[in-house]
Every structure is written in structure tokens, then in C-alpha cells.
């Protein structure tokens, strides 16, 4: 299983944001709220065209928790499906299953998503599905395994989780451990802080 597995907080320090979710890199942004290294606190270093366009590409893919190949993928089958490529990207990434386990509040990250995901825990549509990068369609069932239901891990993050979906895309059946992939996200709505046509624009040069 692919995965990014360095220093999560560096990341989260150079682009001045929780991109992981995890409470730990909210405090220590509100700390350190600057690129590490040496001379992080003083760097006011203006960067390139290249640079702007790269730093947004790496912030989407990470906060997916994608390797680059994997990314690049999304990317290409996102400009061959017609419409707005950047739009299609996002819905593409959205559909993932780790990531609806996520935005279901069955883990706490994404990265715990993946974890579960691949070790079986979840069904969709009565099914086991342990492929990470799976694509929901709309309205497809997901619930937790029965056996894996007393979980404590998954347990916490679903008492962590707010009672009802915040995403109208979703419904949430926190009781059952289950829920409905209703719809796919119209882009627009999907909560994420990057410049798609940067994204676009990188790939297409």
C-alpha cells in the first residue's frame, strides 16, 4: 500500500495548514505557524510561477494522501471524461472509498481510513470491499463489517464524529455504523483550499 510516511508536521508547517486533520498539527501550528528548518521564521523568499503551480498540486495530493503516480492518474482521467477537468478531479478524489470512510467519521484521518479500509473492515453494498481507491457511485451502501464493529479505534473516531453529515452528499446511520453515498459532489462543494486551475495548469505545460 502506497502512502506518504514523512513528517507530516513539516508538510503542514510549509503550507501553513492542517492538511491531515489531526488535533496534534492545530496546536503546533498555532505554535509554529512557519516553514521549519533554521531559517523558517525569517523566510519571506518569493517563489516562481513553477513553484506556486507545483506547492498547490502537492498540497492536493497530500491532503488525499497520494503518491504521485496515483495523482497523476486521477489527473488524466479526469481531462479524458469531458467538462471541466479540475471539477472532475475533485468528484474523482471524493469517491474514493478511504475518503467517504473519512467524511463519514468512521476514522479520525484519512490515513486511518486507508488502514481500515485495507485490512476489511468495511462492506460496500453488502460486499467487502479492501481497496482503498475503490469508486463509490451514487447510492451505494457502506457500513462496517459485523465483526469489526466493537473496534475501539473506529468506536472513538465515531463518537468524535458530529451526529449527522455535514457533507448533503452523505447520510450518515452513526447508530448501524453505516451510511449512503447519495450523490456525487458537485465541486464547488467539496471543502478544500486549492487553486484547481493552478493544478490544471501544472499538468498541462
Request: proline share 3%.
Amino acid at each position: 500500500m502506497a502512502r506518504y510516511t514523512g513528517p507530516k508536521a513539516k508538510v503542514c508547517r510549509r503550507f501553513g495548514e492542517n492538511i491531515f486533520g489531526t488535533n496534534k498539527y492545530d496546536r503546533i501550528l498555532a505554535k509554529r505557524k512557519y516553514p521549519s528548518g533554521q531559517h523558517g521564521r525569517m523566510m519571506r523568499r518569493k517563489f516562481s510561477d513553477y513553484a506556486v503551480h507545483l506547492r498547490e498540486k502537492q498540497k492536493l495530493r497530500l491532503t488525499y494522501c497520494l503518491m504521485e503516480k496515483q495523482f497523476k492518474n486521477y489527473f488524466v482521467k479526469a481531462a479524458k471524461a469531458g467538462g471541466v477537468t479540475g471539477d472532475n478531479l475533485m468528484q474523482l478524489l471524493e469517491r474514493r472509498l478511504d475518503n467517504v470512510v473519512y467524511r463519514m467519521g468512521f476514522a479520525s484521518t484519512r490515513m486511518q481510513a486507508r488502514q481500515f479500509v485495507n485490512h476489511g473492515h468495511f462492506m460496500v453494498n453488502g460486499k467487502k470491499v479492501d481497496i482503498p481507491s475503490f469508486l463509490m457511485k451514487a447510492g451505494d451502501i457502506i457500513e462496517v463489517r459485523p465483526k469489526s464493529r466493537s473496534m475501539s479505534m473506529l468506536v472513538e473516531a465515531l463518537d468524535r464524529s458530529e451526529a449527522t453529515s455535514p457533507y448533503n452528499w452523505l447520510t450518515v446511520d452513526k447508530e448501524n455504523m453505516r451510511g449512503s453515498f447519495d450523490s456525487i459532489p458537485v465541486a464547488s462543494e467539496i471543502p478544500v483550499s486549492v487553486d484547481l486551475r493552478l493544478i490544471v495548469e501544472f499538468y498541462s505545460k
